[in-house]
């Protein structure tokens, strides 16, 4: 199907949540992944059927076992736009649009320091944690633990406390930066700033909501639009609080 995953980014979602395969005489024609939000929410992903298996109602099979896995959990996606009809007819609405930025970044010309973003440390595990619950209103802590420990993180401070996080970590052509979780949109382009500045010349990924306000920014700096998911909820989500995810850590991950 063209996706970019390798078969680490498989390991690491499906140590995350639980998988399904679809097969037919011993071949796998189709796959989806669970990954549960404490005991209210889950997100859902991984979500391919083979092409040659396409419009034969695998992809309702495999929607229906993650529907039968989630229980009563509200379920947050991002949808193809192919998929769209078939999440519509499980009870899903569209609440946004994604948009992808890719492409080998060039860095441009040596900034000053800032002195508001440093390395993320041990340290920082408790406040990321919060600042993560804050911005989704989720019980996100395995996810959360599993990208800090993968890649690299920046914290921003305000008062000299965390005030917002990134983290870059190999995905896919290279690598991808998100989760951003920042009060701002200011304060999330520091954020990725900073996280650009160690992926000169490797081909990045940046995942971002149509109303944070950043496509432009991005496209401005090197990483162009280069396709659109549908975001979709079955069930509620948590209201929005002060803080807020400006770039997410895969689109099925969220």
Same mark, same amino acid.
């Given at each position: 199907? &063209?996706?970019?995953?390798? *078969?680490?980014?498989?390991?690491? !979602?499906? =140590?995350? $949540?639980? @998988?399904?395969? %679809?097969? #037919?005489?011993?071949?796998?024609?189709?796959?989806?992944?669970?990954?549960?939000?404490?005991?209210?929410? &889950?997100?859902?992903?991984? *979500?391919?059927?083979?092409?040659? !298996?396409? =419009?034969? $109602?695998? @992809?309702?099979? %495999?929607? #229906?076992?993650?529907?039968?896995?989630?229980?009563?959990?509200?379920?947050?996606?991002?949808?193809?736009?192919?998929?769209?009809?078939?999440?519509?007819?499980?009870?899903?609405?569209?609440?946004?649009?994604?948009?992808?930025?890719?492409?080998?970044?060039?860095?441009?010309?040596?900034?000053?320091?800032?002195?508001?973003?440093?390395?993320?440390?041990?340290?920082?595990?408790?406040?990321?944690?919060?600042?993560?619950?804050?911005?989704?209103?989720?019980?996100?802590?395995?996810?959360?633990?599993?990208?800090?420990?993968?890649?690299?993180?920046?914290?921003?401070?305000?008062?000299?406390?965390?005030?917002?996080?990134?983290?870059?970590?190999?995905?896919?052509?290279?690598?991808?930066?998100?989760?951003?979780?920042?009060?701002?949109?200011?304060?999330?382009?520091?954020?990725?700033?900073?996280?650009?500045?160690?992926?000169?010349?490797?081909?990045?990924?940046?995942?971002?909501?149509?109303?944070?306000?950043?496509?432009?920014?991005?496209?401005?700096?090197?990483?162009?639009?280069?396709?659109?998911?549908?975001?979709?909820?079955?069930?509620?989500?948590?209201?929005?609080?002060?803080?807020?995810?400006?770039?997410?850590?895969?689109?099925?991950?969220?």
């Amino acid at each position: 199907m &063209a996706w970019p995953y390798r *078969i680490e980014d498989w390991d690491f !979602a499906l =140590g995350l $949540g639980r @998988g399904f395969a %679809l097969e #037919r005489d011993g071949a796998v024609l189709g796959t989806a992944a669970l990954f549960p939000c404490g005991e209210a929410h &889950a997100t859902v992903g991984m *979500i391919i059927v083979a092409k040659a !298996a396409q =419009g034969r $109602g695998y @992809g309702t099979r %495999l929607v #229906r076992a993650l529907l039968e896995a989630a229980g009563s959990r509200s379920i947050l996606l991002n949808s193809t736009p192919e998929g769209r009809a078939l999440y519509e007819r499980h009870g899903f609405v569209p609440v946004g649009t994604l948009l992808q930025h890719q492409g080998p970044y060039t860095a441009p010309a040596a900034a000053a320091p800032d002195d508001r973003v440093r390395a993320m440390g041990p340290a920082d595990r408790d406040a990321v944690l919060r600042l993560d619950r804050a911005a989704t209103g989720l019980d996100r802590r395995p996810l959360v633990e599993a990208l800090v420990a993968a890649g690299e993180g920046v914290v921003l401070l305000r008062d000299g406390a965390p005030a917002g996080y990134a983290i870059a970590r190999a995905f896919g052509r290279g690598h991808v930066i998100g989760p951003v979780v920042a009060g701002t949109e200011p304060e999330a382009r520091r954020l990725i700033e900073a996280a650009l500045a160690g992926l000169a010349g490797r081909f990045v990924r940046i995942d971002t909501a149509a109303d944070t306000g950043l496509s432009p920014w991005l496209a401005g700096i090197g990483l162009p639009r280069t396709g659109d998911a549908l975001t979709m909820v079955r069930g509620t989500l948590p209201p929005a609080g002060a803080m807020r995810v400006f770039a997410l850590s895969n689109q099925s991950l969220n």
